[in-house]
């Protein structure tokens, strides 16, 4: 039977669902669940809290189609509630996660002028000598079958010189129990050699990434665990570590 929350849930879940929404810039629904009874209540716990939102949008720059986030037992702060209407944890709580992103928001988020500064360096080395890509402008495309089209522009720093460099590659993340990255093509503008130079260098630096997929925000590490990659979306399961809500 479906569960119909009591009058002290609905309390709790209203102070939840305006909380949400003054921390997000639009969003088309939300809906959230709490399972707990008035004494729990009293004690500042509940069994469970869960959440779906669709079409969210996150300090006006990042859109996520949908959102849905399941935890265990939670320690909230009573008084908090009570007298700043505000949702604060007693203790850090473990959740499960599930995002889909669309092709169109990925590459809007991609582009955005701040999001570009985060993208980090990557620092290779090419024949043995070390060399740094800078990322300029990067863009996907969601075919279907698993496939990742990436194409963009970096700046490749080496022995002091520095030239733009355009590519195209089609990759094939596997994450699961073993996360992985099969590069299918790559090409670029400097010529087939270096192409080739770039793409193991390329290949064995995001392996690396991979190994240790932990992304770190407000209050809360993902830990991606499966990665589904479908025509014009990729859908995205993670382990998540809240030690406290976005302020």
Do not use: Y
């Amino acid at each position: 039977m479906p569960h119909e929350p009591g009058l002290d849930e609905q309390v709790i879940e209203q102070i939840a669902l305006a909380e949400l929404s003054s921390k997000l810039d639009a969003a088309d629904n939300i809906d959230i669940e709490i399972r707990t009874n008035l004494l729990k209540m009293i004690q500042g716990q509940a069994e469970a809290v869960s959440l779906l939102g669709q079409g969210l949008l996150m300090h006006n720059r990042i859109r996520v189609q949908t959102m849905e986030l399941h935890t265990g037992r939670i320690a909230i702060n009573l008084l908090s509630i009570l007298f700043k209407g505000r949702l604060e944890l007693n203790q850090p709580v473990d959740a499960t996660a599930d995002f889909v992103l669309t092709e169109q928001d990925i590459n809007r988020a991609l582009n955005l002028d701040d999001i570009k500064l985060q993208l980090p360096n990557l620092e290779l080395s090419i024949n043995g000598e070390p060399t740094t890509l800078e990322t300029q402008q990067l863009q996907i495309h969601l075919p279907g079958h698993g496939k990742i089209v990436c194409s963009g522009n970096f700046l490749l720093h080496k022995l002091g010189k520095t030239r733009r460099v355009c590519f195209t590659a089609v990759v094939r993340p596997q994450i699961g129990n073993e996360h992985n990255l099969w590069l299918e093509t790559f090409h670029c503008t400097e010529g087939q050699e270096i192409s080739l130079e770039l793409a193991l260098a390329l290949t064995k630096k995001v392996r690396e990434l991979l190994k240790s997929p932990d992304f770190e925000l407000e209050g809360m590490i993902l830990r991606i665990k499966n990665l589904d990659v479908q025509e014009g979306r990729i859908t995205l399961q993670a382990e998540a570590h809240i030690s406290e809500l976005p302020h």
